[in-house]
């Protein structure tokens, strides 16, 4: 206590005298010195996670809670940070109970906000999106925004004015950077609904996108912005068929990011511009080296929601680029690992699917074109799937690939149709292409002649990914 002391005194020394603090905290009597502890444990807390050190980090700023006896501005900055920390060890339980206790003390609304944009994602990692979305539209109302009555008219206009407004000018944004913390804050919420709309409420997912770009067009840029923009694609192409538009939007949202030094939120933008526009225009090959890099930046930052689903997301390119199965398998079961630690329900359902098939591939399930294997079971894996359509899209383009793969008709026909079924929930990414090609190459009938031509509206783009 006595070193922690004179520590203290010192600028410069503030990390070892929390480092000192740390082990003697229930020794510390005066309250002063109590506020001044707590401060230094904060600050050391928030360096940790800073550097991914996130168990460190967690006892840190428990530390520093225990030293505050009221609630105030200081104990719900702590409370903030250690959430976080919480969320990227997959402790979700833990931060569930924090965020609970934060949001009861009706904390100032800028210190809610950056809480429930990490709640968000934490409650969608878990497959509780609708609980995610409620609870990110409940926070949007609190800076006065709330979504139109009639989402889907709303959404095609603003489309509209987008595709025209990029087509005469490019995506023409001001530069200057916004400094208004309201806009920052409601523009991460917006950023991190995008992912549980996108998964089960497409007009919404649209407008928060759109709602970005008049953020952006009328107050600047932000980080969180371009994250969001980032998944523009999803938009143009779902509503007009308009890849090139949402591809130079994603495009420009990434620049962006990169030239304002949002490391974070260039990450983001990256992995949606890799993932979301690049192979309709792009190498696939020259995708997938960027995926790697991408996926390293993600993880580099903190963001394990995002750095799993890319993850998890890059399988199915590897199955198309990659030379060994082998490579497949090892990634994949990397992905699981991965998924698993950091309690990411999507990426670990969407690995377990391409597990399947790069076994079925090589010749280790249970039977010729079969799914199940000693340590799988397809039934109890599409219980826990449920009726979720995102992760049925997956499982059933899985099965597809492997009864095209292994010349089995009648599964070909049977999963390439429920692939289809279930499109739209995972329409940008790669495998909506292959869903389509899976069930052309099962019914040549004129019944697939918008499969067919929307193939070949992507090969007139894509050529080498598509011809």
């Known amino acids: ?92 339980t833990d931060a569930d109970r924090i965020y609970r206790d934060l ?49 889907a008219a709303d959404n095609q206009r603003a489309v509209l004015e987008l595709r025209d407004w990029v087509a005469a000018d490019g995506p023409a944004y001001p530069a200057q950077e916004s400094t208004d913390p309201r806009i920052v804050a409601v523009a991460r919420i917006l950023q991190r609904m995008q992912g549980p709309a996108y998964l089960i409420d497409p ?14 067009q009328h ?77 390293d930046d993600l993880l580099a930052v903190g963001d394990v929601q995002m750095a799993g689903w890319h993850w998890a997301r890059l399988l199915i390119l590897l199955l198309e680029t990659e030379e060994s199965l082998e490579t497949c398998a090892e990634e994949t079961a990397a992905v699981l690992a991965f998924a698993e630690k950091t309690g990411n329900w999507y990426a670990r359902l969407i690995a377990l699917g391409h597990q399947q098939l790069f076994r079925i591939l090589r010749g280790r399930t249970t039977g010729p074109g079969s799914f199940a294997g000693e340590d799988f079971d397809e039934a109890a894996h599409l219980d826990e799937i449920g009726g979720n359509s995102t992760l049925l899209a997956d499982y059933h383009l899985d099965r597809a690939l492997a009864a095209l793969l292994t010349d089995d008709a009648v599964a070909l026909e049977e999963h390439s149709a429920a692939a289809m079924v279930h499109c739209m929930a995972i329409r940008g990414f790669y495998g909506s292409a292959l869903a389509r090609v899976t069930r052309c190459l099962s019914d040549p009938s004129p019944a697939t002649a918008d499969a067919r031509d929307w193939l070949a509206r992507r090969a007139a783009d894509a050529p080498r990914n598509f011809r």
């Open 203 to 216: 007009d919404l997912h649209a407008w928060l996108v759109l709602r970005t770009h008049e953020l952006w």
């Open 219 to 295: 107050n600047g840029v932000c980080a969180p912005l371009t994250g969001t923009l980032g998944g523009a694609i999803r938009v143009t192409s779902w509503l007009l068929d308009d890849y090139r538009t949402g591809y130079l939007l994603t495009g420009h949202a990434l620049r962006a990011a990169r030239e304002h030094g949002y490391r974070a939120a260039a990450a983001v933008a990256a992995y949606q511009h890799l993932m979301l526009a690049e192979p309709w225009f792009e190498p696939l090959e020259e995708v997938v080296d960027g995926c790697w890099q991408t996926r």
């Open 103 to 151: 949001a009861a003390r009706s904390p100032d609304r800028l210190a809610l906000a950056a809480a429930t944009a990490i709640q968000i994602n934490s409650l969608t990692v878990r497959g509780e999106c609708r609980a995610a979305i409620a609870l990110g539209l409940e926070m949007l109302r609190r800076f006065g925004i709330t979504p139109p009555a009639n989402l």
């Open 1 to 92: 206590l006595a070193m922690a002391r004179r520590l203290a005194e010192h600028d410069g020394y503030e990390q070892q005298a929390a480092e000192q603090y740390l082990p003697v905290t229930g020794l510390i009597g005066d309250d002063d010195e109590r506020r001044t502890a707590a401060a230094l444990l904060h600050q050391a807390g928030r360096r940790a996670a800073r550097t991914t050190n996130y168990p460190a980090a967690d006892e840190l700023l428990s530390a520093a809670d225990r030293l505050l006896a009221t609630a105030d501005a200081d104990r719900d900055a702590i409370a903030v940070d250690r959430h976080a920390a919480l969320y990227c060890l997959g402790r979700h």
